[in-house]
């Protein structure tokens, strides 16, 4: 749960996106064996619903920007909330124990509205995989 409030504590740190910002918490499970290692167990989204803004954070955008990033909502409905963004230049590891450098993850995580269900899913550009994780998440604020 720490990890979850100093999420929440990045978040609000940042330059608020408006007075109307909400917060989602999203604590997120691989769908598959291997989906796990590419999206992290907890995703953190702060989001004005009158705009297209919105900023993230999780343990990947922790290890390489070291603070939230810019995400977008590309999808605002009455049923879901979809933001997506991208995170670049990711140093890895094959399994051929190659060190590599993936140079765009596209991330998207939906939430349901009403329910607050959430779906995340990662696509490493150039590649052919496409890994998922699936959870709830809590509105903060």
């Known amino acids: 749960m720490n990890k979850i409030f100093a999420a929440v504590l990045a978040m609000s740190t940042l330059v608020p996106l408006s007075a109307q910002a909400t917060v989602y918490?999203?604590?997120?499970?691989p769908t598959?064996?291997?989906d796990g290692a590419w999206i992290p167990p907890e995703t953190v989204v702060?989001?004005?619903?009158?705009?297209?803004?919105?900023?993230?954070f999780d343990g990947l955008i922790k290890e390489i920007y070291g603070k939230p990033i810019e995400a977008k909502i590309s999808v605002n409905n009455n049923k879901r909330y979809t933001f997506s963004w991208n995170v670049r230049n990711?140093?890895?590891?094959?399994t051929e124990r190659k060190q590599m450098l993936v140079k765009n993850m596209v991330?998207?995580?939906?939430?349901?509205?009403?329910?607050l269900?959430?779906?995340e899913t990662m696509k490493p550009i150039r590649f052919t995989n496409t890994f998922r994780a699936k959870g709830k998440c809590v509105q903060k604020k």
């Open 117 to 119: 269900q959430a779906t």
């Open 32 to 34: 598959g064996a291997n």
């Open 107 to 115: 991330y998207r995580l939906t939430v349901t509205k009403g329910t």
């Open 90 to 94: 990711v140093p890895i590891t094959t």
């Open 46 to 56: 702060e989001f004005d619903p009158n705009s297209d803004k919105a900023m993230v």
């Open 25 to 29: 918490v999203c604590e997120l499970a």
